[in-house]
């Protein structure tokens, strides 16, 4: 039988147990990561944010949120390693701590599928309101939605291979226009011209507060993990995940220090004051100034940036229901490859539902852009709680598992340091207590992770003797759950 007859018998299951096929390189899973942060999306919409904050040392707090990441991620990917499976962030914790504690960090992870909703929804909610503005032209955000939604999905069930190509394209183009962004600053500065010592700056505006920025500069970071439930459509994983997690952070801290510094710089950095204040995405009033009619680049990178989001949200959120479906903590329905393109199919299908329920409900109620913040708020707080379990399980691992790898500056350190700089995230996030209607976030996030709990202690269990990976997979019987 040739290779090509046993890898379609394998993806049919008629041989042997369905099998994702490994049809990414490096690039695409880079990309896979920095696609998740959606870099573009967060810096637009976060920034204006920040400078309230911070005013010119919001540079200073991205490259602290930035560290704060790059140690979690180097720590974390010595488990990817270790177990490349498609339940991401579920393997590495049942395999450090238990399943019960793997089941419940997943849980909180899998606010993801809603993720790309509402981000969908607030970037329709944009161009909606640019195009009425700009062009007396009326596009109700509801027929953007459904659209960015419908896509993305159809492009992930087509095929992985296919969803990575998309992600080369999308997400050189918005790296590259942050790039000019911050570059175009500085070659037409503001108020204030160009002073070096303003890169680094330390001061604070009246009022201010550098470690609030510092938490809107994690979440600029927030999704840098999302290689690793693709882990088992990637060709050498062990070496190609934890490239792509720690590489897309540290290529994106120097792309957003560039970027926000450039930003601010064509602002003028002596009248920060209505950067902070203004009505308008400051961004576009920028690029009104320069590129005149060409300001809708920006529009199109933005949209750019949300769409490779959706389709990095979705390959997460579905890539680990079909692995924990594998192994029986979710339902077995969902254990299902398409026979034609290899992709979790009804898992596709069922994420395609949540996203759009849960998009129109909370756009029609709250709007999109609160919908948004409310959002982004209570992943803030779980992405929290997944990042610090995960530093837990590393020291777990390497101490109780792995002693003879044991690093105290990877497996101490940096777990340590970044958990509690997260922490410190965490108590600014929600003191004092946001208000109301984004304040509802935190009450989702409680909600969600109490789910995620009782979810652990019923169905965690079910998991053991069953393998993090495929079987016949290599390092499957070592990633057999005791």
């Given at each position: 039988?040739?290779?090509?007859?046993?890898?379609?018998?394998?993806?049919?299951?008629?041989?042997?147990?369905?099998?994702?096929?490994?049809?990414?390189?490096?690039?695409?899973?880079?990309?896979?990561?920095?696609?998740?942060?959606a870099?573009?999306?967060?810096?637009?919409?976060?920034?204006?944010?920040?400078?309230?904050?911070?005013?010119?040392?919001?540079?200073?707090?991205?490259?602290?949120?930035?560290?704060?990441?790059?140690?979690a991620?180097?720590?974390?990917?010595d488990?990817?390693?270790?177990?490349?499976?498609?339940?991401?962030?579920?393997?590495?914790?049942?395999?450090?701590?238990?399943?019960?504690?793997?089941?419940?960090?997943?849980w909180?992870?899998?606010?993801?599928?809603?993720?790309?909703?509402?981000?969908?929804?607030?970037?329709?909610?944009?161009?909606?309101?640019?195009?009425?503005?700009?062009?007396?032209?009326?596009?109700?955000?509801?027929?953007?939605?459904?659209?960015?939604?419908v896509?993305?999905?159809?492009?992930?069930?087509?095929?992985?291979?296919?969803?990575?190509?998309?992600?080369?394209?999308?997400?050189?183009?918005?790296?590259s226009?942050?790039?000019?962004?911050?570059?175009?600053?500085?070659?037409?500065?503001?108020?204030?011209?160009?002073q070096?010592?303003?890169?680094?700056?330390?001061?604070?505006?009246?009022?201010?507060?550098?470690?609030?920025?510092?938490?809107?500069?994690?979440f600029?970071y927030?999704?840098?993990?999302?290689?690793?439930?693709?882990?088992?459509?990637?060709?050498?994983?062990r070496?190609?995940?934890?490239?792509?997690?720690?590489?897309?952070l540290?290529?994106?801290?120097v792309?957003?220090?560039?970027s926000?510094?450039?930003?601010?710089?064509?602002?003028?950095?002596?009248?920060?004051?209505?950067?902070?204040?203004?009505?308008a995405?400051?961004?576009f009033?920028?690029?009104?100034?320069?590129?005149?009619?060409?300001?809708?680049?920006?529009?199109?990178?933005?949209?750019?940036?949300?769409?490779?989001?959706?389709?990095?949200?979705?390959?997460?959120?579905?890539?680990?229901?079909?692995?924990?479906?594998?192994?029986?903590?979710?339902?077995?329905?969902?254990n299902?490859?398409?026979?034609?393109?290899?992709?979790?199919?009804?898992?596709?299908?069922?994420?395609?539902?949540?996203a759009?329920?849960?998009?129109?409900?909370?756009?029609?109620?709250?709007?999109?852009?609160?919908?948004?913040?409310?959002?982004?708020?209570?992943?803030?707080?779980?992405?929290?709680?997944?990042?610090?379990?995960?530093?837990?399980?590393?020291?777990?691992?390497?101490?109780?598992?792995?002693?003879?790898?044991?690093?105290?500056?990877?497996?101490?350190?940096?777990?340590?340091?970044?958990?509690a700089g997260?922490?410190?995230?965490?108590?600014?996030?929600?003191?004092?207590?946001p208000?109301?209607?984004?304040?509802?976030g935190?009450?989702?996030?409680?909600?969600?992770?109490?789910?995620g709990?009782?979810?652990?202690?019923?169905f965690?269990?079910?998991?053991?003797?069953?393998?993090?990976?495929?079987?016949?997979?290599?390092?499957?019987?070592?990633?057999?759950?005791?």
């Open positions: 039988m040739s290779a090509e007859a046993a890898s379609s018998m394998a993806v049919r299951g008629t041989a042997a147990e369905p099998k994702l096929q490994r049809e990414l390189r490096l690039p695409q899973v880079f990309m896979q990561s920095l696609g998740t942060i870099p573009a999306a967060s810096l637009i919409f976060t920034i204006q944010l920040m400078a309230q904050y911070a005013g010119l040392s919001s540079v200073l707090a991205l490259v602290i949120g930035g560290l704060v990441m790059v140690m991620a180097v720590s974390i990917s488990l990817a390693r270790r177990v490349p499976s498609s339940a991401g962030y579920y393997a590495y914790v049942t395999e450090s701590i238990g399943p019960r504690w793997g089941l419940g960090t997943a909180m992870e899998l606010i993801y599928m809603v993720a790309a909703a509402l981000n969908a929804g607030f970037i329709s909610e944009i161009i909606e309101n640019q195009l009425k503005s700009n062009y007396s032209f009326n596009l109700p955000w509801q027929v953007t939605f459904v659209v960015i939604i896509a993305t999905r159809f492009l992930v069930w087509r095929g992985v291979k296919l969803t990575g190509k998309a992600l080369i394209v999308l997400g050189s183009i918005e790296l226009v942050l790039l000019i962004l911050g570059l175009w600053g500085f070659a037409d500065p503001g108020h204030g011209g160009v070096a010592s303003t890169a680094f700056s330390t001061t604070v505006p009246k009022g201010g507060d550098f470690a609030l920025a510092v938490v809107f500069a994690i600029f927030a999704g840098w993990e999302g290689a690793a439930p693709v882990a088992e459509e990637t060709q050498n994983p070496r190609n995940i934890p490239i792509a997690m720690i590489g897309s540290v290529l994106l801290l792309v957003f220090v560039i926000v510094w450039g930003t601010m710089v064509g602002w003028g950095t002596d009248r920060l004051a209505s950067f902070a204040s203004a009505v995405l400051p961004n009033t920028l690029v009104h100034q320069w590129w005149h009619g060409a300001w809708i680049i920006l529009l199109l990178v933005l949209l750019n940036s949300v769409v490779c989001f959706a389709l990095c949200g979705t390959l997460v959120a579905t890539r680990m229901m079909y692995g924990m479906s594998r192994v029986g903590v979710m339902p077995s329905w969902l299902s490859l398409d026979p034609r393109f290899g992709t979790p199919h009804r898992a596709i299908a069922v994420e395609l539902v949540i759009l329920v849960v998009g129109f409900v909370m756009g029609t109620i709250f709007g999109p852009p609160e919908a948004f913040f409310i959002y982004g708020l209570a992943a803030t707080l779980l992405y929290i709680a997944v990042y610090i379990v995960g530093n837990a399980g590393v020291m777990l691992f390497f101490l109780r598992k792995a002693r003879q790898d044991f690093n105290v500056i990877k497996h101490v350190v940096f777990p340590i340091v970044s958990a997260l922490v410190y995230v965490f108590y600014k996030t929600v003191h004092p207590f208000a109301y209607p984004v304040g509802a935190v009450w989702w996030a409680l909600g969600w992770a109490l789910f709990v009782i979810l652990a202690v019923v965690g269990n079910r998991a053991r003797g069953k393998s993090l990976l495929p079987e016949g997979e290599e390092g499957a019987e070592e990633a057999r759950i005791s």
